[in-house]
């Protein structure tokens, strides 16, 4: 398996080509690929804390990590879901496996959030 330190190396000689990959709005995307009913809603992710808001939420100003007030003054008309974080853990692996399955490298930062050697 390719090593982190090897990529650096390529890059260094200009022959190696690293993706980031970041997935937006991660746990809001979950919930509404797992509840039809929340697509095209704008959708916040926590309670007293914003962790995640939809595209459709962000629209109207709502950004995490605000507090759960201030986003429903921005958007109150916004479908709050509590978090389900078995959902995003299950969603991460998968989405994980399709980056190794496009590379050997790939060096995970967050739950949605990845380095990729190419």
């Known amino acids: 398996m390719t090593r982190l330190s090897d990529a ?8 190696a080509s690293i993706l980031h990959a970041d ?3 991660f746990y809001a995307s979950v919930e509404q690929r797992d509840d039809p009913r929340l697509r095209g809603l704008p959708v916040i ?6 962790l995640a808001a ?3 939420a962000k629209a109207f100003g709502v ?6 007030r201030a986003a429903r ?8 879901v509590p978090p389900r974080f078995d959902a995003y853990v299950e969603a991460s692996r998968r989405v994980f496996s399709i980056f ?3 590379t050997p490298l790939v060096e995970g930062i967050s739950i949605d959030e990845a380095f990729l050697d190419v």
């Open 73 to 80: 003054a921005l958007c109150p008309h916004a479908v709050v």
């Open 63 to 68: 950004r995490s990590p605000m507090g759960g």
């Open 100 to 102: 190794e399955d496009t």
């Open 54 to 56: 939809s595209y459709e």
């Open 8 to 15: 650096r190396e390529r890059i260094g000689a200009g022959t």
């Open 23 to 25: 997935l937006d709005s």
């Open 45 to 50: 992710v926590g309670g007293g804390v914003v």
